[in-house]
């Protein structure tokens, strides 16, 4: 499942969601994490919680399915493009220190 969701996220960098690609596989890791966590410090059962490892896992997965096929929109990528831009940056400057 791993290489999946690293093939995907691959695909939903390309496709323009860039950082934001890594969201879904760091908050199924986060989850998975604290989960651990929690199960170890009550003293449960770590196969009792498979299931829910399973949910979240699927969860990441069709998170990930969505971002590889669909482009961020319009209003997103043009936010992204004009950070980037140094042009922008040094009107964007300009601007603030006129005001």
Known sequence: MLIIEIILTAIA?????RW???IPIGAGFGFGFLMGIAIGA???DP????????????LVLGSLIVLAL????????LATESAQDPETLSVHSEVHEGA
């Not at 009792?48 to 699927?58: K, R």
């Not at 669909?70 to 990528?77: H, N």
């Open 13 to 17: 960098w390309k496709r323009g969601w």
């Open 20 to 22: 934001r690609s890594l």
């Open 42 to 44: 009550s003293g449960g």
């Open 47 to 58: 196969e009792a919680a498979m299931g829910l490892g399973i949910i979240a896992e699927f």
């Open 70 to 77: 669909r482009p961020p929109s319009r209003r997103a990528a």
